[in-house]
């Protein structure tokens, strides 16, 4: 819960500053692609900057999650079966007690 708060507050912080920054930058600027120039405004060119570094950081989040996930379900998968070999064993009669 303190994490959540805190992560929208980091955002609501980066998103005010970048409005404040925008603000004091009026104009354009111009942007080559290699197939063509565009001319957006410098509050219209961060603001897509903003929003597509984070998609894709959630992108990148969401590949390293699956893999931590599939690792997590693995690590269950072989717990359960030490869990059961442990528990064969100790099933098992004891023979030369001497």
């Known amino acids: 819960m303190l994490m959540r708060i805190g992560v929208i507050g980091l955002v609501l912080v980066i998103f005010v500053l970048m409005a404040w920054f925008t603000s004091i930058n009026p104009g354009d600027m111009n942007i080559d692609l290699a197939f063509g120039t565009i001319q957006p405004s410098i509050p219209l060119a961060l603001a897509v900057t903003f929003v597509l570094g984070w998609a ?18 693995r690590l269950r998968a072989a717990l359960r079966k030490s869990a059961a070999e442990v528990t064969s064993l100790r099933s098992l009669p004891i023979d030369n007690a001497d």
């Open 56 to 73: 894709f950081g959630l992108l990148s989040m969401t590949f390293y999650s699956f893999k931590q996930a599939n690792e997590q379900r």
